[in-house]
């Protein structure tokens, strides 16, 4: 493989590494196509917003994913994230580009820990008076 750039993105408790290089449109995550991967609807649209931000065509680079962990939710938003930021490594012109859409901010909501006493994080067993 050429010359490539990385990116990292984590969201919940996924975490992608994705990887682009200069190529012919080529986009495999984990060994399989993308649209085979991520069968949801509107999943790899999700994902290739990063390109659309800065006005390049997806069809001229080659990406290659890692992703671990989480659900379907949280690895599509891990690889957005790993994509825009490998693009900003690609060419640091396009940070402000990737921003104002809000494709470089790494989204810290996780799940909250299950406290002693209650059900879940938060709730807590029925009151009984009697």
């Known amino acids: 493989m050429a010359q490539y750039f990385e990116g990292i993105g984590r969201r919940k408790?996924?975490?992608?590494?994705?990887?682009?290089?200069?190529?012919?449109?080529k986009f495999?995550?984990?060994?399989?196509?993308?649209?085979?991967?991520?069968?949801?609807?509107?999943?790899v649209q999700d994902i290739l917003r990063p390109f659309g931000a800065v006005g390049e065509a997806a069809a001229k680079y080659d990406v290659t994913v890692k992703v671990d962990g989480g659900?379907?939710?949280?690895?599509?938003?891990a690889v957005r994230l790993?994509?825009?930021?490998?693009?900003?490594?690609?060419?640091?012109?396009?940070?402000?580009?990737?921003?104002?859409?809000?494709?470089?901010?790494?989204?810290a909501r996780i799940k909250e820990r299950k406290k002693p006493g209650l059900k879940k994080a938060r709730k807590?067993?029925?009151y009984t008076k009697r």
């Open 13 to 25: 408790a996924s975490i992608a590494r994705v990887r682009l290089a200069s190529g012919s449109g």
């Open 28 to 43: 495999t995550v984990n060994e399989k196509e993308a649209a085979t991967f991520f069968t949801r609807y509107g999943d």
């Open 71 to 77: 659900g379907v939710a949280g690895q599509t938003e």
């Open 82 to 107: 790993g994509l825009a930021r490998a693009l900003q490594g690609m060419n640091a012109d396009w940070t402000a580009a990737l921003r104002k859409k809000g494709l470089l901010t790494r989204d």
């Open 124 to 126: 807590a067993p029925t």
